[in-house]
């Protein structure tokens, strides 16, 4: 993940040479003298489990590294080397900077400044991912960067069987080439009050009101760790003002302290559940969890009713690249289409998992890329059981939602893969039936710029008028001073008979382009699950039929119509 905010504290990974007599070492001569011998000799985005960037000092003196900076590919990111690092004649000395700023394994940049902030002394730039090797010098020190087979943290670089890297980007980096358009309107719209939340703001979740409350949605802000929820006022999305909801509520582990890096959000009938990846307070250990969260109590804080702690159950990654998106998937919809619980190697079945609710929890891994099914005890946080690992095809993974309409999940990955969205559904047939696999991949809106968008939800089948519904995506670097943007994307229209009798049609409207319109329809019948683009056409009253009912005079004309909600 790479967000604008990050703790202070940094670390200095491995120091591979001890270097004698250091007191003889003049910090200011050396820097003076030997920093252009200092060079970006390694790097690693892999996050397994740690990014990395190795420095080799390629002269014949020490060299003092201390206050120099490295950086990604944002002017923003900032890791300053520590105090008292010296690096040998020869030397090399690596650091872990996911705490700093994460890398992207499909396209991001490693540089080191002078402590001017302003004096570049080295920078490679990569559009490829290296896995599962790194990116380092051949020959070792000096070379020009190919993917290295093996990584050789703190060591010369493993140069038998090189491959030149990729530096000019062909496929938006880490994305899929032949990635479909958007499918919704091309254009894109701020949907908050500029600078209001700051960065860091993460998942979505989308709640429908009911019995005449207004739409509600859900956000979570990864630090400082707060549930935001938010209503429609105008074209903005703000801040909901009763019941201490004003500025947002901070949220804590189940003792009530930490400070949990919230990154998904999924909010259900069994409570509000959030996906971590480690404590603010404690940035250095991974604590990759799913927090339950009772929203109903007042004040400005909420304390988790429950914690499901995955650090034992999911691949080992760096603190700063644990779970990201989540989402409720209904049993029901996993029962229907077959799904094969990898636990057990049969067919799902659900009354295997006691206390797991009527549904699975995905959650999406930034280190993997992978999506990881999960039942979840509702009665002990100590109780859960991976039920399938699930590829995404990306890099890195920021979202994860559940598509009732389109009967599929939404792997979400943002500018690592140039903002692309992969839709995964259940295979009936062949090697991978009964398990997910991804159907189709889209590009972003072609009007919205590449953010670091770490949230994105669509509207409910409800609000789908004219063959479109919204689109919702949440920026993590608050670019342009925004961080919630609004389009659409196509539907099919529910279709609601106002009688028994009358059969039901569904009403559509071809509207790629359209905007989405404020009314909603309720919702029944769902259309075809994989409809991407929505044609059909309006329901009519058959015209024989009207004009015998005229002709006899019947007490009531019976006319079929479309309900909305106000």
């Known amino acids: 993940m790479r967000h604008n905010w990050r703790p202070a504290t940094v670390v200095l990974a491995s120091l591979a040479l001890a270097v004698p007599l250091l007191a003889t070492v003049s910090p200011a001569a050396a820097a003076t003298a030997a920093l252009p011998t200092l060079a970006i000799n390694e790097v690693d985005a892999s996050g397994v489990p740690q990014d990395w960037i190795e420095l080799k000092n390629t002269g014949s003196s020490p060299v003092d590294a201390s206050g120099l900076i490295l950086k990604d590919d944002k002017d923003s990111d900032r890791f300053d080397i520590p105090a008292n690092t010296i690096v040998a004649a020869g030397g090399y000395v690596s650091f872990d900077v996911a705490d700093a700023f994460g890398l992207g394994k499909g396209g991001d940049a490693a540089r080191l400044y002078l402590s001017d902030n302003t004096t570049l002394v080295d920078s490679f730039t990569w559009a490829s991912d290296s896995s599962p090797g790194s990116w380092g010098r051949c020959p070792d020190g000096t070379g020009a960067f190919a993917v290295n087979a093996t990584k050789t943290k703190g060591a010369a670089n493993d140069c038998g069987t090189p491959t030149p890297p990729v530096t000019t980007p062909v496929t938006p980096p880490g994305g899929v080439s032949d990635a479909l358009p958007w499918p919704g309107a091309s254009s894109v719209s701020t949907a908050s009050v500029k600078n209001f939340f700051g960065t860091n703001l993460s998942g979505l979740s ?38 201490g909801w004003g500025a947002g509520k901070s949220l804590h582990y189940v003792d009530g302290t930490g400070d949990p890096d919230a990154e998904g ?132 993974i920021m979202e994860v939602q559940f598509d009732a309409e389109k009967s599929a999940v939404w792997a979400v990955c943002d500018n690592t893969c140039g903002g692309q969205y992969a839709l995964l559904d259940i295979a009936a047939t062949g090697t991978n039936a009964g398990h997910f696999a991804v159907t189709t991949v889209y590009n972003r809106p072609t009007g919205m710029g590449d953010f670091n968008n770490e949230g994105f939800v669509t509207a409910p089948q409800a609000l789908c008028i004219n063959g479109v519904k919204p689109a919702f995506w949440a920026d993590d670097d608050q ?88």
């Open 479 to 566: 670019d342009n001073g925004y961080s919630l943007r609004q389009g659409t994307i196509d539907c099919v229209a529910a279709s609601v008979p106002t009688d028994p009798a009358t059969t039901p049609v569904t009403s559509v409207t071809s509207g790629a382009d359209a905007a989405a319109a404020p009314g909603r329809t309720s919702t029944g019948t769902t259309g075809s699950a994989k409809a991407l683009a929505a044609t059909g056409s309006e329901p009519a009253l058959p015209g024989a039929a009207a004009l015998l009912v005229l002709l006899a005079g019947a007490a009531g004309l019976v006319v079929a119509r479309r309900r909305r909600r106000a």
């Open 206 to 243: 989308y709640e429908l009101g009911a019995a005449g409350a207004p739409d509600t949605l859900w956000a979570v802000r990864n630090g400082p760790s707060t549930l935001y929820r938010l209503q429609q006022s105008g074209t903005d999305w703000v801040t909901a003002t009763d019941n």
């Open 265 to 396: 959000v999924v909010h259900t009938s069994a409570g509000t559940f959030v996906s971590t990846e480690r404590d603010n307070s404690n940035n250095k250990i991974s604590r990759p969890a799913v927090l339950r969260y009772d929203t109903t109590p007042s004040g400005t804080s909420l304390n988790a009713s429950m914690e499901w702690n995955l650090v034992s159950d999911l691949p080992v990654v760096g603190a700063n690249l644990g779970l990201e998106g989540i989402a409720f998937v209904p049993d029901s919809y996993l029962t229907a289409k077959g799904f094969v619980d990898e636990k057990t190697g049969a067919t799902y079945s659900p009354a295997t998992y006691a206390n797991h609710g009527d549904g699975l929890y995905f959650v999406g891994l930034e280190g993997t890329g992978s999506i990881y099914a999960y039942a979840l005890d509702q009665t002990d946080g100590t109780k859960f059981t991976r039920v399938a690992t699930i590829k995404s095809g990306f890099p890195s």
